[in-house]
């Protein structure tokens, strides 16, 4: 029989003695559970907050982009052949989900009383909708039609409101084309809102077939392919894969550019979350640490004549600290588990209602994002419970200097 196990479960229970610890005890259950529920929260929402801007980012430009080798960063596409070929090997890449034709072109759009700049994004009927369907304010996506140009256009709530226009309405925007001046009329058929103001405020989604009439291009010419994939925590993988798959042509050399590279700024803004992460994990891991050391400390004081009498009966200093660890043990499982239920029912509250709200203008979403994930509940809860026994492994090395005859005259 564990007699070290039974003993710690009479400790845990209170019935061995009158317990006078138990309001410590309680106290540093509670500091595991408001620790663990702290840390469970804070990463849920970082990695919330990373994803949704993370996608917003990536619903205005794929995950990858292939284009023309001589491009830049300009919104003025160098137009490339449009690769049928290509496009399906592109597409039986491994990890590629979507391929779709896209092109870019400056312009201004005026109004009776207004004027701002603003990029036309054309797009193909391969283009993938999903993400912005789910940000339309009024009206909806437009289809593509490839045989016949579209005047339709959707544009963002910002621009809409910025420059009074409505639902359709019809939309005057001006280009400058090797010196001339073009002048185009579209029809608003959608308002979209991301909340990432500095996309909202630049693009406008529109028909290639109309871009490729103001640069007077070929039927075939495109601005590139926008190469959406299935794990962004493989992009790097994905960018290599789509790099071997186009390989090099000297008479039309093609180059592939993943989303962060053409957005680094907003990518490294994410990335410095995780230290907020890293500190609120620290210091709600020191204190709920403390908090047990304290009451393992007064346990283990409460209990001398106890220890005295185990050593006197023959029991060892290790098996004797045992009997505490998995005291503490239990405490801390205690602490975890109601930690558990504090920190997944807020999350869950928040997933469905969304009572938490901020300013969209600020942090780009109306309210506090939650990402859920098992793999790293489970991870936190087993890294929390690690590291909480090792700090107490410390603390349980006073039983070794309690003697026995002091320890069971010990009053």
Known sequence: MNYELFIARKIVSGKDTNNVSRPMVMIAMGGVALGLAVIIISVA????????????????????????????????????????????????????????????????????????????????????????????????????????????????????????????????????????????????????????????????????????????????????????????DELDKEKTAVNETIGYDYANPLKVRSIKDTSPQIF?????????????????LVVAGINMISALLIIILERTNMIGTLKALGAGDWSIRKVFLYTASYLVGFGMIAGNILAITICQLQIHFKFLKLDQSSYYIPYVPVNFSIPTLLLLNIGTLVICISMLLIPSIIITRITPVKAIRFN
């Open 45 to 232: 929402i970082v990695t919330g907050f990373q994803l949704e801007i993370r996608n917003k980012v990536i619903g205005f430009g794929g995950h990858l982009q292939v284009s023309n080798f001589d491009s830049n960063n300009s919104y003025e596409s160098i137009p490339i052949n449009f690769n049928r070929q290509l496009y399906d090997n592109l597409k039986k890449t491994k990890g590629v989900t979507q391929i779709q034709s896209y092109a870019t072109k400056f312009g201004i759009i005026k109004t009776d009383d207004y004027f701002e700049g603003a990029v036309l994004k054309g797009i193909a009927s391969d283009y993938d909708w999903s993400f912005f369907k789910s940000k339309m304010v009024e009206g909806k996506p437009f289809v593509v039609n490839d045989k016949e140009r579209s005047k339709e256009v959707a544009i963002s709530k910002y621009l809409a409101n910025k420059l009074s226009l409505k639902l359709g309405q019809k939309m005057f925007m001006y280009f400058i084309n090797k010196s001339a001046r073009q002048v185009m009329d579209f029809h608003i058929c959608g308002i979209y809102e991301t909340g990432l103001e500095e996309f909202d405020k630049q693009f406008i989604f529109g028909d290639i077939a109309q871009i490729r009439r103001l640069n007077s291009w070929e039927a075939t010419q495109i601005g590139g392919y926008e190469v959406l994939v299935t794990d962004f």
């Open 268 to 284: 490294d803004w994410l990335n410095l979350q995780n230290m907020n992460v890293v500190i609120i994990i620290i210091l709600m």
